[in-house]
């Protein structure tokens, strides 16, 4: 019921199985850069305890430990020269806490923190440039002894061994080769003899460590430790499978390809392991099971158990999730389910997590968000919405005018839409996936935005009936007006950055190629455009599934774009800030700039998106001279509230400046009698501030402002 992951430079708590909580209910803060690893504290049994581990960019892990109410940082674990990217702890049955970081230095170091939390570095593990890309630690339950395994670059797993007591020191045990790349991630489990029915794994005995590792190579490889044997004196010729098994890795070998004897060999290798009372015992290691299946890199294993047998869950650069099971009738593993979807997620997963029953699978990707799936009991897995976010650095957020949601701009290249659901904040839409990182963004009306970019360009959004008709099933009561004269849905081309409408006329061809039952070679003829129409049309329809839930991550990544109804043109340089009049009919706009001849405000009127007319010298109509008053780029712009009397700039230039509305109404064509157009340069105060303005903001009167400065 509890999950923790990475989120920039804190570690989020979620629980996944509270449909009507907030979602992400606590956020540990104390690292300076990216957390690149989580993991909870494990005993010796592999149960998970209430403390984690967390390891960063900033060269430490961290130890937080869950007190009555709060989460509390109980150690600091530092040394590593380069970032730590790996970490794994065990909690030993005295309360000692065992503590493994792995880092890109070339280095391993294992620290002990005692009940108190005090901590010290006990060891130093030099592997040299092959680094260590994950790490895991375990207990072997017959002697007591701490089992490290690392994945390396060097594509092999590496076992180091040590005693449980204070101080001691792990020693290198073997080096098991067979993978073809580099190893990303390692896993143990510890068998407890349950499914010894099973003939997949009726060999395995009670006690028993299961060592899965995944590869670059796209395999995953099970290995089996266990107590060795030693055998009785062979009363005879080895039988004919083995003497098969052994003339082919012999013929390999004679050959020279030493690599593909070592991938196929199921030798057991033995490792001599000292307990704490000195006696060594061996262990036989042996590659158990090769599982194939995924396409691309696999990034992450979990152990679990379902139906009461051990499970396995991959996550993969392929997109894909699958749970892997032992199969009694084939005798092998064998996946059974792939979760996911075929050519969806961009860049595939990179990593997964699954729950202690096997009930639910968690994974996250690239887009800032974690895909959930549940099994329902009957063989099927459900997905479920979760929780979602940017996965860069947000640069604007402003409401819709009726402060139902947020909308924000992110240097992820995306805008995305939150509202208050079911407990907590969701993420309701994604109406722009852009080419450029996104700066800026401001409502002109409850369902049209227009946003800034790394580009000249402004662009005006508009929403969807597909968004209307969700909007509406989440929030009961709500009115859409002119929703007949909204788009259908929208598309984004592969190689374009507009979102294209997708009108009624495309909506009633798909209809009529349903009616009429067409072949199947109609739906290799659709377009991009027309498969965006289809599932527009089934979501409208109320055939898309999940009426009144929040979208899935799948469908915020396709069918919830705004289709761009118009461009603002004018700037020189790449767009900064932009702000909109309350009333709807004015936006202001700006963009980087290092000279007062670019520092410039343009305006456009939101009717016509075009710059307002000013009267000519010779009476012509002309477009508005832009507002200047500062020499740098401008960050921010504020409208007044409620009338929009005042427009507020400041500016890296350490300056504020106010602009008033002109009080010349407009002639009959439209005209200014202001040259600068319907609002002029009231006052202009500079050195504000010692250093750059960020932000400014209007007090609910507009009696006075406040400003935010970098000093």
């Known amino acids: 019921s509890l999950v923790a992951f990475g989120a920039g430079t804190t570690v989020a708590l979620y629980d996944p199985t509270d449909a009507q909580g907030p979602g992400i209910h606590t956020i540990l803060q104390g690292h300076t850069k990216r957390v690149n690893c989580v993991r909870f504290v494990r005993t010796v049994s592999s149960a998970p305890t209430s403390s984690l581990v967390s390891a960063s960019a900033d060269c430490t892990a961290r130890l937080w430990r869950h007190g009555s109410q709060t989460w509390d940082c109980a150690a600091v674990f530092e040394g590593h020269l380069n970032p730590v990217i790996s970490v794994s702890s065990v909690q030993l049955e005295n309360g000692r806490i065992v503590v493994v970081t792995a880092s890109t230095d070339g280095t391993l170091r294992v620290f002990e923190v005692e009940d108190n939390n005090s901590s010290v570095c006990v060891q130093t593990v030099d592997v040299g440039s092959r680094n260590a890309i994950d790490v895991t630690l375990t207990v072997l339950p017959d002697c007591g002894a701490i089992v490290l395994a690392t994945g390396n670059t060097d594509n092999c797993v590496h076992l180091y061994t040590r005693a449980q007591e204070a101080g001691s020191q792990f020693a290198k045990a073997l080096k098991l080769a067979g993978h073809e790349d580099w190893v990303t991630t390692v896993a143990f489990l510890q068998y407890q003899g349950v499914g010894q029915d099973n003939s997949t794994i009726s060999h395995w005995r009670a006690g028993d460590m299961i060592l899965a590792s995944a590869s670059e190579d796209k395999y995953v490889r099970l290995w089996r430790i266990s107590q060795a044997v030693v055998p009785k004196a062979a009363s005879g010729s080895l039988d004919s499978d083995k003497l098969a098994a052994q003339a082919m890795l012999d013929a390999f070998a004679s ?143 402003c409401w819709d005018p009726h402060g139902n949601y947020l909308l924000s701009v992110s240097v992820d290249q995306t805008a995305r839409l939150f509202a208050p659901l079911q407990g907590g904040w969701r993420e309701i839409a994604r109406p722009q996936v852009h080419g450029y990182d996104m700066r800026c963004a401001a ?4 369902y049209v935005y227009v946003s800034g970019a790394d580009e000249k360009v402004l ?25 007949a004269k909204l788009a259908v849905g929208a598309s984004l081309p592969v190689l374009g950055l507009s979102n294209k409408a997708v009108d009624e006329e495309q909506v009633r061809a798909l209809q009529e190629a349903d009616t009429n039952e067409l072949d199947d070679s109609y739906h290799l003829r659709q377009t991009h455009t027309d498969v965006v129409a289809n599932a527009a049309m089934r979501s409208t329809s109320g055939e898309g599934g999940g009426r009144g839930e929040p979208p899935l991550e799948e469908h915020l990544l396709r069918h919830t774009l705004w289709p761009e109804t118009d461009k603002l043109y004018g700037h020189p340089y790449e767009i900064f800030a932009v702000a909109a009049t309350h009333s709807g009919d004015w936006i202001a706009t700006a963009c980087k700039a290092s000279s007062e001849k670019y520092a410039a405000i343009r ?52 300056s504020w400046a106010l602009f008033e509305k002109t009080a010349a109404g407009s002639d009959e064509e439209g005209a200014f009698d202001a040259p600068t157009g319907p609002y002029r340069l009231a006052h202009h105060q500079p050195k504000a501030h010692a250093r750059i303005i960020w932000d400014a903001a209007w007090s609910p009167d507009a009696r006075f402002f406040a400003t935010a400065s970098r000093d």
């Open 255 to 397: 050959t020279g390809d030493s690599s593909a004897a070592a991938q196929l060999s199921t030798r057991a290798h033995i490792m001599a392991v000292a307990s704490g009372s000195g006696e060594s015992r061996s262990y036989a290691v042996s590659l158990d099971s090769v599982l194939m299946g995924h396409d691309g890199w696999v990034h992450s294993v979990s152990w679990t158990h379902a139906d009461g047998l051990p499970a396995l869950v991959s996550a993969s650069a392929d997109s894909s999730a699958i749970v892997w099971a032992p199969d009694a009738d084939a005798g092998v593993w064998s996946s059974v389910a792939r979760l996911g979807e075929a050519g969806g997620t961009a860049q595939g997963f990179l990593g997964s997590a699954v729950s202690p029953s096997g009930t639910l699978v968690l994974a996250h990707g690239y887009h800032g968000s974690l895909h959930m799936w549940r099994a329902d009991g009957g063989g099927l897995w459900l997905p479920r919405a979760s929780v979602s976010g940017h996965y860069a650095s947000v640069q604007d957020v």
């Open 443 to 446: 409502f002109v009306a409850p």
């Open 603 to 654: 305006v456009y009127s939101a009717h016509t998106w075009q710059p307002p007319s000013v009267r000519g010298a010779d009476d012509e109509l002309v477009a508005a001279t832009p507002l200047s008053a500062h020499s740098l780029t401008i960050t921010r712009m504020r409208f007044s509230p409620p009338s929009d009397k005042w427009l507020l700039s400041v500016s890296r230039d350490r």
């Open 459 to 483: 662009r005006v959004f508009t929403a969807t009936q597909q968004f209307a008709t969700q909007w509406q099933a989440l929030t009961p009561g709500a009115l859409v007006p002119d929703f």
